[in-house]
């Protein structure tokens, strides 16, 4: 498939993170010549934080990570993923196929079984080939190394076009740590549950219960601000883990903060440049809302809107859409507040077109790969940004044949 | 453009409701050539009951509508529809054109203008030109006649590619009355806001109040209950007028709800079926909830993925998004109890593949036109069915180019 128009140019550089290192191998779980297995291993001492989908029938791996958050951290941990099958709607065979992995990853690597997280992705309802995966342990646990996080960043990709990875070295108190992170996903949803998978890994030091709430806060800010077509994967995870190899602690550190919520809006973004059949970037911003809260309820529903992404495809600046997409939302709104810009241009105010606006004018702006819908409600201080894409024929094409 | 491959093979033989009287004509509001504007006279004591969008954006008209309703029914009514422009975010002036255009139908007909319900679907944020449809109301007046129905059902179209009707009789205490409706709407919002419209007739006799809970509670079971693309109009309107022309009293009937219930199906499968670029129609029954409500959000949440829409255009038996759309719709859900089948096909259950399912069998069934997915969610005894169409190429050409 061909790489998304919207990708960045290159890789990016990434730094070593020390307590990190990274294996990936070719198991074969669901193809043949790609690498489908990463391993993880953190040092003794890694505190381990993550978010997880809220699907009802959320996935085998993500019930075990659940139940493992918060473990001690002392003798260090580790991460298997897998890409090809998503141990999904398995039944009690994909409890096992989970069990027996950890198991065996406890084992080759010496961790504890409680400290041994993993994730699949890919088709659902087949069982998972582990044994495939488990036959790969030894070579994976040889090949670990610091330097290996690209090698895992393509292990986990599905439908994905490129591999996605952000870093950030932050000066904190006592010196420098790094941020590095990887993430998988074409979609809030890609095909069969291909889900989104987001691992995050630094050198600073910092308590479970400190990072667990870091990474929540900051996932609201960031994941939980795209959408590529408003499904919700049975097996989204995010895992973050904190070596403290550094030595550097990072509580209450507000550059350590800022850093984490850039790398983690960069690879957001990244995501969403890689949504199915996505051809612009769309950047929603509200303001002028009730609430922040009603603020998101407005974002979200252009940014969920069919009519508004075909429109954006079709680059028409059908703003008509927007309306009825700010009226559908459920958010307190009056019509004759509302004002819309497309980029800088003033669109419709006061409950009809802007004076000095021209169709010319938006159908120009359209014509960009990046655009900015803002919508002022007019009515308090509530505000929401969101990120999406544009919703295309290629869409239809990769959803609707992927499988068959 | 091609004619819906879901479309029913003719116009319905419509018989005619004493006490109303149709007409319709072009008055080239935007498109030549077309008819683009219906005028419905209502006899003295005829009951008008609605249901509209609750869209915080909603049309000028609407807003008019919604006052109106439940006044003094004895100087008989009046119903005036144009399409091409919907008069929606056009401001004051849109509340000026509807001013000026119910005055006018009062002055010609001779009812009161608080009598004159409107309703305007097409393009918006761009002003109605209202002088073209006033000025052919005398012509439009004159040439009211009870037969007319089939014409108004096209006068009301914007991008439906067939008109919509549906009629019966019902055997009531004290002789037969009769129901017949129109509709339009190609998607539960087309582009555009190109609304659906919904206009019900019955010469029975029943008071308002009692006209407006049945059409509420009927719309709940039927308009309310489909899904093109998730999105909602700002102009929906739905209006029945009861003229009790045919003296007989249907308070509390029955045979009347249960006739009405029949129409207004018919008529909201009818929209399904001219559903944007739909080759499938489909119906999603849930079953075993944990209370209405619940299966009601579990079939909502399968009727608007667009994974699950894709899949089925793609003649995909992808049960797992299946899965997917139970877990993200926030109902109470117990993978091991979960069901799902394909019409009478068993696809899974207890939280897995069923045993004696094929792939070959699947994608067999889902060749078909129309599809029956059927989850249970092996809970307890909640019920809801929902109706909507599959996501295809033709979506997106319709929605990426309409207005450009």
């Known amino acids: 498939m061909a790489v998304s128009p919207l990708a960045p140019e290159s890789f990016p550089v990434m730094a070593p993170v020390a307590g990190v290192r990274f294996a990936s191998a070719e198991a074969h779980v669901r193809y043949a010549n790609r690498r489908d297995v990463m391993l993880v291993h953190l040092a003794p001492g890694t505190a381990v934080a993550g978010v997880f989908t809220t699907s009802a029938t959320r996935s085998a791996p993500v019930r075990d990570c659940e139940e493992k958050l918060g473990g001690d951290p002392s003798p260090g941990a580790a991460i298997l993923v897998n890409s090809g099958n998503s141990n999904a709607f398995t039944g009690r065979a994909g409890e096992e196929a989970v069990a027996e992995l950890t198991r065996r990853v406890a084992e080759v690597l010496e961790v504890p079984q409680a400290r041994v997280f993993t994730a699949s992705t890919g088709v659902i309802g ?121 030595g550097i602690d990072v509580t209450d550190s507000v550059a350590f903060n800022d850093a984490l919520h850039a790398v983690m809006l960069d690879l957001a973004h990244q995501v969403v440049r890689d949504g199915e059949g996505a051809t612009k970037f769309v950047e929603v911003r509200v303001s002028g809302a009730a609430t922040d809260a009603d603020a998101r309820r407005v974002a979200r529903a252009i940014a969920d809107s069919p009519l508004v992404k075909t429109a954006i495809a079709g680059e028409d600046p059908n703003w008509g859409r927007i309306v009825m997409a700010v009226g559908k939302s459920g958010a307190m709104a009056d019509r004759d507040r509302l004002s819309i810009r497309l980029g800088d241009i003033l669109v419709a105010e006061n409950g009809f077109r802007a004076p000095g606006y021209t169709e010319d004018q938006g159908a120009a702006y359209m014509k960009r790969q990046e655009i900015v819908i803002a919508v002022n409600m007019g009515l308090a201080g509530g505000m929401a940004t969101m990120w999406t894409c544009d919703l295309t024929h290629a869409y239809i094409s990769i959803n609707a044949d992927y499988r068959s």
Not at 158 to 187: C, H, L, Q, Y
Not at 197 to 211: G, H
């Open 126 to 246: 087949e069982p998972l080939p582990h044994e495939r995966i488990a036959a790969k342990l030894p070579d994976l646990a040889a090949a670990l190394a610091e330097d290996g996080i690209e090698g895992a960043a393509r292990a986990i990709m599905t439908t994905d076009t490129f591999p996605k990875a952000a870093m950030a070295e932050v000066e904190a108190d006592g010196g420098t740590v790094r941020i590095a992170g990887i993430a998988k996903g074409s979609g809030m949803i890609a095909p069969d549950m291909a889900t989104m998978l987001v691992y995050l890994f630094t050198d600073a030091k910092i308590a479970q219960p400190d990072l667990q709430a870091l990474v929540k806060a900051q996932c609201d800010l960031t994941f939980n601000c795209i959408t590529v077509d408003s499904d919700t994967s049975t097996s989204d995870t995010l895992i973050m883990a904190a070596t403290g190899a550094s």
